[in-house]
């Protein structure tokens, strides 16, 4: 088992000695003169600092977003009531995206849980749970697509809208465009991942298509990795963007 | 399945810990949601969106991406670069302060 993916070192681990507690084994891995992340394959360590970079993107965005509204002497709309629903002759405050956010929480913990199958080598259910979060990924998607289209009926466009200052649309529309672009993406990688995953190429060795490479299980750690963090990157746009 | 623990070379943890993960993930976020709902206003609306965004940031990164178990090393290395950003908004903060002042002198009664 282990033999055949001895030539992928790639996602291989190394055995990597114990590292000091605290600052000690810190400043062993930084001045050790080799790779620093001990442990750590380079796949994953490659898709955290990927992860990083795009930290600074969205940060970027937030940031342009709290400027453009810190800086209008024009009243910024409410989105509390901009994005509020009819509902049965009541009108609920960001009920949408209320609901948009507990289903990209269930999809993070389904992918949680494809990645501990994944692990176990039951790729069954790892397979059939990042199907399940690829679906949970683009119900949120068209529930955007929805939002989106509604909010164009009403007059909302990147120069103007119907209720405020003009900045609201653009970095509205840049925000969540950037974000559901990202959750798309993961939704495509998830179902690419997860056919390999049920057909059992990480359990027959079969070198995949492009790389030519024999992936392990450690792949859904990875396409995992990026899934969170559209979560994650969702937490703050919920939190800045909607509820602010 | 003997060995539940955390390895040195592969992320296993036991269901039980997403599990509860991911329902406090969904009280949070309930969380979150009532105070717009219920319509909490002022210092207390920010600070609870703030306390409730950090709390949910911190588990998705601890325990789904498995950051409590990874070396100090790479924690470090990813965790630490972010709060730069923190810089970068006191500084538009400070900018859109004085633009906010220059349209109020130069444009004032709106745009």
């Known amino acids: ?22 600052w000690r084994g810190f400043l062993a891995d930084w ?31 937030l940031v342009a977003y709290m400027t453009a509204r810190m800086s209008t002497v024009v009243p910024w709309p409410n989105p509390s009531e901009v994005f509020a629903l009819e509902i049965a002759g009541t009108s ?35 397979g059939l749970l990042m199907l399940l979060t690829a ?39 840049m925000i969540t465009g950037f974000h559901g672009t990202h959750v798309t993406f993961g939704v495509i990688f998830l179902v690419i991942l997860a056919r390999k995953v049920l057909r059992g190429d990480f359990d027959s060795g079969r070198r995949g298509f492009f790389t030519s490479r024999r992936g392990q299980y450690e792949s859904v750690e990875i396409m995992g ?20 | 399945m003997a060995d539940v623990t955390a390895h040195a070379d592969t992320q296993h943890h036991p269901v039980k810990l997403y599990l509860v993960v991911w329902g406090w993930l969904f009280v949070l976020s309930a969380g979150s949601y009532m105070v717009d709902y219920v319509g909490v206003q002022g210092w207390l609306r920010w600070s609870l969106i703030l306390v409730f965004m950090l709390l949910k940031a911190g588990l998705i990164v601890a325990f789904f991406m498995h950051m409590a178990w990874e070396r100090l090393t790479l924690i470090y290395a990813i965790l630490l670069p972010p709060l730069l950003i923190l ?8 900018e859109s302060n ?5 349209r109020v002198m130069n444009f004032a009664g709106g745009t």
């Not at chain 1, 033999?3 to 000091?20: F, K, S, Y």
């Not at chain 1, 405050?93 to 990645?115: H, K, Q, R, W």
Request: aromatic letters at 20%; proline letters at 4%; one cysteine or more.
């Open chain 1, 31 to 61: 001045a050790s003169d080799q790779s620093s992340f001990k442990g750590v394959s380079w796949g994953k360590a490659m898709m955290w600092v990927f992860l990083l970079s795009d930290t600074f993107v969205f940060g970027c965005f």
């Open chain 2, 98 to 102: 004085y633009t906010l002042l220059t």
């Open chain 2, 87 to 94: 810089v970068f908004v006191a500084i538009m903060v400070a």
């Open chain 1, 225 to 244: 990795l990026y899934w969170h963090f559209v979560d994650l990157v969702w937490v703050f746009i919920f939190a800045f963007f909607y509820l602010w």
């Open chain 1, 135 to 173: 679906f949970l990924g683009a119900c949120f998607v068209g529930m955007q697509a929805f939002e989106w289209t509604k909010l164009i009926h009403e007059g909302v466009r990147p120069w103007e809208n119907p209720w405020g200052a003009a900045q609201f649309g653009s970095t509205f529309f």
């Open chain 1, 92 to 126: 609920m405050p960001l009920i949408l995206i209320a609901i948009m956010t507990f289903v990209l929480i269930s999809s993070s913990g389904t992918m949680a849980l494809a990645v501990h199958y994944g692990y176990l080598r039951d790729r069954r259910k790892a």
């Open chain 1, 1 to 22: 088992m282990v033999e055949h993916l001895a030539d992928d070192r790639i996602m291989q681990d190394n055995p990597a000695p114990r590292a000091a507690p605290g």
